[in-house]
């Protein structure tokens, strides 16, 4: 499935950064955030956006927007470059379906192990009863 967001989604902002850069940081706008509304965004189907919003939530506003920073290299254009890469990989790890659990039982070793291991316990603990006077 080919998921294609249009750049008119993003809202962007800079900010100064705090990454590397010397006496250019306090000159240089270089910080990139980008802000999504997940929520509204015709974009993605709905499972998938089921599934972003639920990885995502830490990141997601409470009225749905997605917030990406980068502050990764010296130059905007960089910074800006890496935010869309970001929201790309949370994309894509959305798109994957999670594998439907199977259920299974235990085998009959398993179950014999088990019960081994119970009467094992059972036997040490029994034996720390304490000293009887008979």
């Known amino acids: ?5 249009p750049p008119e989604e ?3 902002s800079f900010a ?3 990454g590397p850069g010397g006496q250019n940081v306090n000159k240089v706008a270089s910080k990139a955030v980008l802000r999504w509304n997940v929520v509204a965004s015709p974009s993605l189907p709905v499972d998938v956006k089921a599934r972003f919003v639920a990885q995502q939530r830490n990141r997601i506003t409470s009225d749905g927007e997605l917030v990406i920073t980068s502050q990764r290299y010296r130059d905007q254009e960089r910074n800006r470059q890496d935010c869309v890469e970001k929201v790309l990989v949370m994309v894509q790890q959305a798109m994957a379906a999670p594998k439907a659990r199977r259920a299974t039982k235990p085998t009959a070793g398993a179950k014999r192990r088990r019960l081994d291991e119970k009467k094992r316990r059972s036997a040490v603990k ?3 009863g304490g000293i009887r006077d008979d």
């Open 10 to 12: 993003f809202v962007w």
């Open 1 to 5: 499935m080919l998921v294609r967001i």
């Open 16 to 18: 100064r950064s705090g």
């Open 126 to 128: 029994r034996a720390r």
